[in-house]
């Protein structure tokens, strides 16, 4: 390249050596054909054009990653960022109200559902219990408790459980024959946590038809020529019946806990339940569990541990005379 007129030519010295100027390889100047302008590297040119463009805002935003850009782009390199996506703001809603927009009321999710437990499973199939009207938010309905009058629990369930029993020459299939219901208060008489509590059984049912789904007190009542279907047992108070939970002092956890066996039960319904509970176990092929709680009400506590606690009470003032 000649030599720009309008530059100064280039001094024999360094130190009066002007900018763009270029020495021969002999150390003499020559204005005309020796000096000659530096070419710009490409490396140089990109530099150039990242930092009109960040300057004008179209390709980088903020100084930080313009200086960041021309760091990596010096190195002669393609910088990391290059090859990373670049997320860019959505676009602004159109104006409202707008006529293609419709609001629809959101139905609440489905509750959360967990596996069965082992025990509720028999082969392949699982005993699957629902009580909506025996539960009331994790606790036993009023209907079902000491002032409900109900005369025995209300549930249905689901799950065809069966097998195939026997050696390679031919089995047959298992089914449930018959269920049993029990309901139970794990914390009788205190309460959740107290000393010398005990299991205390409310309801004891056995050989309820292995066809049924459901359960309820007119089943419970039903009869086949004259003699009852379903076996109704004798609870820890001595009858045969529903003894509803009616604490009188704490939180208990009432279990109830339908059983599916593989044969009816041969037992007489004076057997205390205790008895029977291994006969249960025997025959079992599956049980489904669940729980709800009972809390102690003020207007549980009967007339007689009142007039007792009033006695009491006398006894004390007559002491301290």
Known sequence: LAQDPERPACASGPRDRVAGCQESS????????QNTRTTPTMATRLLLLLLVAAAAGNLLQGG?????????????????????WQTTAGPPPPPGPNPNVVWVPMTEAPLPTTAPELQACYGCECLFTFAPELLAGGDIADKFVCK????APKLRWAGQMHSIEGNSDGGHSIKPQSFALVVEDLDYPYGVGEAYNRVFTHYAAWNIPGNYTSFDESVAAKTYKGLPIVTVGVNDAGRQDYDPPCPTKGLHRIRVTLWALRAHL???????????????EYLEMARSQFMGNVLARPQAVGLAQVESSKAFLRRIKSALR
């Open 26 to 33: 002999g150390g003499s100047s020559s204005p005309t054909t």
């Open 64 to 84: 930080n990653d313009a200086e960041r850009m021309a760091v990596e782009l010096a190195s002669g390199t393609l910088p990391p960022s290059f090859w990373m």
């Open 148 to 151: 409900g009058g109900a005369l």
């Open 266 to 280: 041969d037992v007489p319904a004076e057997t205390p339940f205790r008895e029977v509970l291994p006969k249960l």
